[in-house]
């Protein structure tokens, strides 16, 4: 019989070094930090599930999903020399992963900042980041993500999905393999490059829209972000600084 071998694609990266594939997990951020604290796991290690009881969000929030219809990933990133003062260049880096990895698929995503993934105004992913330092240095990093891939109905309206966006059912496994690749395209890219794309990916940015801080709602333009990972909003003549949790956008849906 004549036949060829196929050939597997070389990993090229760090991530996807190893994987974990669980069916339920409290968090895998948390599953993630308990493999680094056991030395259970090594750089560039992938842990995905198809549900979590306990989805960890932004500011304390929860992130739920329906079991199996979305994509539910945490990263372990261990760098060699990455200094405190340079850690939202992880931020950067996996937020303009996702909207180049949506980009492939003609869906075309932006970032809100700090970094939820919207598609128009409706968020379609978001970023928890969890770093461990040693000094002046990240030690490792838990890099979780959750895309919401195949879910059709959410609670909130402000919610989309790759598949209402483009009316196709989506492998997972697929998904996160283009995914993790395009972790490992841009984990490498340079401080400042990344910066740069990070703004130019902006929701809202240059566009007068409505924000709102502890002094009410204004009318404000966005207009980039501090290597802090604060945001520059331009309020008539003045430029203000926000940090996180200090502004929330106004979106009508
Ligand atoms: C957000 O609030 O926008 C961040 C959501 C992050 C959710 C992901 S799902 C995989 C990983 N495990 C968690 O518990 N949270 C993150």
Redesign the pocket.
């Known amino acids: 019989m004549d036949y060829t071998i196929p050939q597997l694609e070389p990993m090229k990266g760090i991530f996807g070094s190893q994987e974990f594939n669980l069916s339920e997990v409290d ?4 599953f993630a930090a308990t493999l680094i604290s056991d030395q259970l796991c090594q750089n560039g290690a992938v842990i995905m ?1 198809d549900y ?1 009881s ?6 304390g ?1 929860t ?1 739920t ?1 329906n079991k199996g219809e979305n994509l ?3 990263l372990v990133y261990m760098p060699d020399n990455l200094s405190v003062v340079e850690q939202i260049k992880l931020n950067w880096c996996t937020s303009l992963a996702i909207v180049s990895f949506l980009t492939d698929y003609e869906i075309l995503a932006t970032i809100k900042w700090p ?2 993934i919207l598609v128009e105004k409706k ?1 379609i ?4 980041i969890e770093n461990q330092l040693i000094g002046q240095r990240v030690s490792s990093s838990i890099i ?3 895309l919401n891939v195949n879910q059709l109905i959410f609670e909130l309206p402000s919610a989309t999905s790759m598949k209402i966006e483009r009316k196709t059912t989506f492998s997972i496994y697929d998904v996160k393999n283009k995914l993790v690749a395009k972790m490992n395209d841009f984990i490498g890219l340079d401080f400042q490059l990344l910066k740069d794309e990070y703004e130019k990916s902006l929701f809202n940015r240059s566009q007068t829209a409505l924000y709102e801080d502890v002094n009410g709602i204004f009318e404000g333009v966005i207009l980039g972000v501090n290597t802090d990972g604060s945001l520059n909003m331009k309020r008539g003549d003045e430029v203000i600084v926000y940090g996180m949790k200090e502004i929330t956008y106004r979106i009508d849906f």
């Open positions: 968090s895998t951020n948390n599930a979590q306990k989805g960890k969000g932004q500011r929030n992130w999903a539910i990933l945490s970094n939820d968020k992913a978001g970023i928890l979780g993500i959750g």
